[in-house]
Every structure is written in C-alpha cells, then in structure tokens.
C-alpha cells in the first residue's frame, strides 16, 4: 500500500513533442505529489508539486494533472526540449503523519531528440 | 543560498568495514532526510531527523543508523559493509518535516 506505481520505465520523443508521465498509487493518506527531475552525477530536483485537493497546477512546460478518484497523477512536459532529457521521479507522502518520508516512483528515463 | 551539501562525493571501501556520510543542509532548514538510490531498487527512504531526533524509519536492517547535530548537520552510519549496500546515498533538507525537500548531490558509495 505503499508504493507508487510509475510508467514507461522509458520515453523517447521528438523536439517538441509532449512526454507524458503516468504514477499511481494506493495509499489514500497520501496529501503531497512532488515530481522531480534528476541528470546524471547530481541529486533529485523538485520540478513541481501538487496536493489531492487540486486537480491540475501549471508551472512553465510542466504540468501535473492529479484524478483523485482514479488515485492517478502525471507529468506532462510541454514543447519538450534535448535540455529536458534526464530521469523523472514521481513522488507521494503523507506530511502530517510521517512527515519528509517520500515514497518514489522507479523512474522514467526521458530522451528528447533534437 | 548554498544548497546541501555532501561529503564525500565518492567513496570505495571493502566488505565489512564502516562508513560515515556527512549533510550539510540548506542553512535554516532543521530536517534531513537520507535515501538510497539503486538501478534495481530506486529511491529508498532510509530515515529522517528532525531537531536532532529520528522521526522516521525506513526498511533497512540495523547495520543503518544516523544522527542529526545541534546545527541540523546530519551523519549516516553504515557498519559492516556488504556488496549491496553499493548505491548512491542522497541527502535532503527542508524547513521542517512537512515542507519541501531539496536535494543534494549524493555520495557515491562502492563496495568492493
């Protein structure tokens, strides 16, 4: 009940085009969905990051789209560029009960022909 | 702002000796957390110190263990080292246990 599902496990796509991201989870205590961005050599970067009272948040190319019902959230990359080809983490936890412990995602490796 | 830092970077050790990972946070922040990162694993939370007290646990055996400092440094601890325990060791601060994490750039750990 604790994990959260992630899919593909990789994504290739063109200049332009818009990757799309899909987690699931099962554990309805869950209240925080960050998605963050890692490159090769550095740490995880919190990309953007939304609650279950929200149903979708926009910042820049990124947007989360959150189905609460459906225990359902992705990531969609807009106007994707070869500067966005990296590894993308979904994320969930439940901040109020267990605080900074992140349940992740295994991971989608994104590559973005130019 | 400087971010979290984390030393070493890299580190090679054999089978059965010990290891300390050091954390800097995000000056201001007061919670750390530590995660394991593995091809075949992922991101696993390992534990979280908040105050200098462990708040969270993750599923690791015994041969774990940390400590956080009156400045919010924190330290993991890895004793008796196995071949699995191989990975790249992430820490991550935030103002307290329920805000952002940010994290830094990991120490790679390789056990020979």
């Known amino acids: 009940q604790q994990q959260v599902k992630q899919s593909p496990q990789s994504l290739i796509v063109q200049k332009g085009g818009i990757p799309i991201i899909n987690c699931a989870y099962e554990n309805t205590a869950f209240d925080y969905f960050p998605w963050y961005q890692q490159f090769p050599g550095k740490g995880p970067a919190l990309l953007i990051a939304?609650?279950?009272?929200?149903s979708e948040k926009k910042e820049g190319r990124f947007t989360i789209s959150f189905n609460k019902s459906a225990k359902q959230f992705s990531l969609h990359i807009m106007d994707s560029q070869p500067g966005d080809s990296a590894t993308y983490f979904c994320a969930a936890s439940n901040r109020y009960n267990q605080g900074g412990k992140l349940i992740f995602g295994q991971g989608t490796e994104l590559s973005v022909k130019p | 702002k400087a971010g979290v830092t984390q030393t070493p970077r890299y580190l090679i050790k054999t089978r059965g000796q010990q290891v300390t990972l050091s954390c800097s946070p995000i000056?201001?922040?007061?919670?750390v957390s530590w995660y394991q990162q593995t091809p075949g694993q992922g991101l696993q939370f390992l534990f979280e110190y908040f105050s200098e007290t462990q708040r969270n646990k993750g599923n690791f055996p015994g041969r774990f263990s940390g400590r956080q400092f009156s400045n919010s440094r924190s330290e993991m601890n890895v004793s008796t080292l196995e071949l699995g325990d191989s990975a790249l060791y992430l820490c991550?601060?935030?103002?307290?246990?329920?805000?952002?994490?940010?994290f830094g750039p990991g120490t790679r750990l390789t056990v020979l």
């Open positions: 000056s201001g922040h007061r919670s």
């Open positions: 991550a601060s935030s103002r307290d246990p329920t805000d952002t994490q940010y």
């Open positions: 939304i609650r279950p009272d929200v």
